[in-house]
């Protein structure tokens, strides 16, 4: 690699650690960075998009800057948008500025970029550079792009479980299989996403909080999907003071006249069937980037089967709860050969004091590789 390659590279690997400071914020959109060079290769501003409604990284980096942009160069991590949204186009700014020299590490899925923004940087006659730290801009990316692929969220399954796999004893009690540690660190892994999906027997059964004990100031979407609408009159989740809440029901099985029972403060959505694919389009469309299954295994496997899950976090506790006909993570996928399990990429394995955590992607359905194995096609 060149001495020109390797500056290139350090300004981009800049702009997508400023684009990560924007995590668990900025959806509907992606996490960008962006760095502005002047025409000695002084850095001479930086700035990152914050949160959905705010500026963009581009647009935050020229309101940043210290001196003249002209003939300088712009590092961005996303393909600038070229469309107006809450924001004016950011291609009109970089074309304005004097800049003439762009790096861009990917191009935005978004059908209404898509190389859009990079073909008119190029017609206004600036030298465009794409494809630069590629695969650390799609893993930072990956669950905004896997929405505008696939119009689902990106699906996270997690669970805690004893080293015998079970997720509690037989009289239902299972506070707590994992250690304080461990439980902290599910309230930080929350501050990640917009919406907590859990059914609706783990809300009669658990009555959760499932927010992240204020570490994040806008709390994710905490969503119940239920068949029966059969919800209890005091619950946890009908407090709306700190974090949303959303009951998905199945119009064709629940009893609508439960709907009395949850207060005029939680959203209420009805479907057309108990697909958890559906609440997952739905979520999408009401722009949630990337989701946390945080429910029992029924509909942990009904998640699994219709495709909603991507990632999987597991912890696990060095316990034995044994028992027959005790729960644990899945119900019945009814696999009768080994040809046709569910295979998983283990990626990561970390010690939390004594308890393990785990985390693994699906293998052989819609796995990571078809978002950033070959690069996305758009
Ligand atoms: N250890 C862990 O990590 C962990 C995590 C979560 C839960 N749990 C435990 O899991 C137990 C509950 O297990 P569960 O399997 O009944 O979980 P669940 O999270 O309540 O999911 C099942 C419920 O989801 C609703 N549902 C709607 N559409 C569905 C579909 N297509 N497929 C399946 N369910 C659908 C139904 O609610 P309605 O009945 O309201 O119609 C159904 O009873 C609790 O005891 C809880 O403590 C453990």
Known sequence: MSIEDHIHKKWMKRAIHLASLGRGQTSPNPMVGAVILDKAGKIISEGFHQRAG????????????KSDPRGGTIYVNLEPCCHTGKTPPC??????????KVFISMKD?????????????KKAGLDVHLGICEQE???????????NLYGSAYGVLKWAMSLDGRLGLKNGQSKWITNEKSRSLVHKLRTDFDAIIIGGNTLRKDNPLLNTRGLKKNEPLRVVLTRTLDLPIQSNLWDTSISKTLVVYDSSTAKEKYLDRIPKNVQIEKISSDNPKLLSKILAQRGCNKILWE????LATSAMKSGCIQELITYLAPKILGGDNCMSPFSDFAFTSMNDVINLNLKEIRFVDGDLCLRSFIKNKINENEIYGSPPKY
């Open 137 to 147: 801009s799609l893993d930072l990316n990956k669950s905004f792009i896997y929405k």
């Open 54 to 65: 705010l500026p963009h990284a581009e647009a935050m980096a020229f309101n940043n800057l």
């Open 91 to 100: 291609v009109d700014k970089i074309i304005s500025s004097g800049i003439n």
């Open 109 to 121: 899925p978004d059908a209404r970029v898509a190389g859009k923004g990079i073909r008119i940087l």
């Open 295 to 298: 429910c029992g295994p029924e």
